[in-house]
């Protein structure tokens, strides 16, 4: 077992491995692939790519993928319909065991199911807060109350774990609070770090104390906190994160092709600049070129990530997923939440 993967996490064009994506995936700077739904078929046509992924592979490396619920859930046909999280908050409102039991279930079925594929984590949950002003979070967030986003979190998460699967926080320190979509634009937030803690950064201090996994940052500048936006920023990652939170687990970079995150129209500056800032993993998605010019150009020796960190991360993989009882059970309990308006 080898002691260290590569930090460049990357996606694929198809159901099936090109010529070209199974030699990139030996490459030694690659040590993830995130998945989307144009890379799904069928749970079996899922499985089999995870297993080629892996074949080509000399050393181990994570799949990963959004199976957030909602209109964020990349695997639909023979997967479970995941209510949005909002829906969870809403029910919480009124009977807050029972939102709670049900966040955890979800969190279990969401994680089993993709185990059972042999896919390791989904990026989830997110624990911004569902304000209504950013309509990229909208509805995948729980609630617009941090304490209710605790409960809801911590619940979701346990059933994760139950499941095998490590959790993925995001977008710290809270992207709830931003009109602007980083997909789209480089948004700003005039607060400064006290009035962050008192509101949207409280899920992510509780749910870090509570040994959370990873956590996923933010493409958000917060001039008033520090000159350099979240994913490049070593005050935020190193002094803020690592130091007064204690957090000891995967630091992932959102999508670095997205319009938050561009600084440079060359690649690797963004993949340099966000590892040196505190990225244990950075992703590429939807650009290849960028892919290619990035391993291109970036040193072998210095863009790994240990495998005492990355170990965290693998998924304690199932079997047999429609004969397990809580599956059944689950299931229908879950799929009774889901409703259109989650789309």
């Known amino acids: 077992m080898p002691t260290h993967i590569g930090s460049l996490v990357i996606d694929l064009e198809g159901t099936r491995l090109s010529v070209e994506e199974s030699e990139l995936l030996t490459h030694p700077l690659i040590g993830g692939v995130i998945l989307f739904s144009r890379n799904y078929e069928s749970r079996q046509q899922l499985k089999d790519l995870c297993q080629h992924i892996r074949s080509v592979r000399p050393i181990p490396l994570l799949i990963m993928v959004d199976q957030e619920g909602g209109r964020v859930q990349r695997f639909i046909h023979e997967f479970t319909r995941l209510p949005a999280m909002a829906t969870f908050g809403e029910l919480y409102d009124n009977h807050q065991k029972r939102a709670s039991r049900l966040a955890k279930n979800c969190g279990w079925l969401m994680a089993v199911e993709l185990l059972s594929v042999h896919v390791d984590l989904s990026l989830a949950p997110v624990l911004d807060l569902q304000k209504n002003i950013n309509q990229a979070i909208g509805n995948r967030a729980f609630h617009p109350k941090p304490e209710v986003v605790i409960q809801l979190g911590k619940a979701f998460i346990e059933g994760m774990r139950e499941a095998g699967m490590a959790a993925t926080i995001k977008h710290f320190p809270g992207h709830g609070s931003v009109q ?49 936006s979240v994913s490049y920023s070593r005050y935020w990652l190193q002094d803020i994160l690592r130091g007064k939170l204690g ?34 993993f950075t992703l590429l998605c939807n650009n290849r070129k960028g892919v290619i010019q990035t391993i291109d150009y970036l040193p072998k020796h210095f863009y790994f990530v240990e495998e005492k960190k990355w170990h965290r991360l693998q998924g304690k993989f199932t079997d047999q997923l429609e004969q397990q009882d809580r599956w059944q059970q689950t299931n229908k309990l879950i799929s009774d939440m889901y409703t259109k308006r989650d789309q």
């Open 180 to 228: 602007l979509d980083s997909h789209l634009g480089f948004p700003r937030d005039e607060r400064t770090i006290q009035e962050l803690q008192q509101e949207d950064m409280l899920p992510f201090i509780h749910l870090i104390q509570d040994h959370v996994e990873a956590v996923m940052v933010a493409h958000i500048l917060f001039p008033n906190v520090d000159a350099a």
């Open 247 to 280: 957090f000891s687990g995967i630091i992932l970079s959102d999508d670095l092709t997205m319009e938050g995150a561009n600084i440079s129209a060359h690649y690797p500056d963004r993949v340099i600049a966000a590892k040196e800032a505190g990225c244990d």
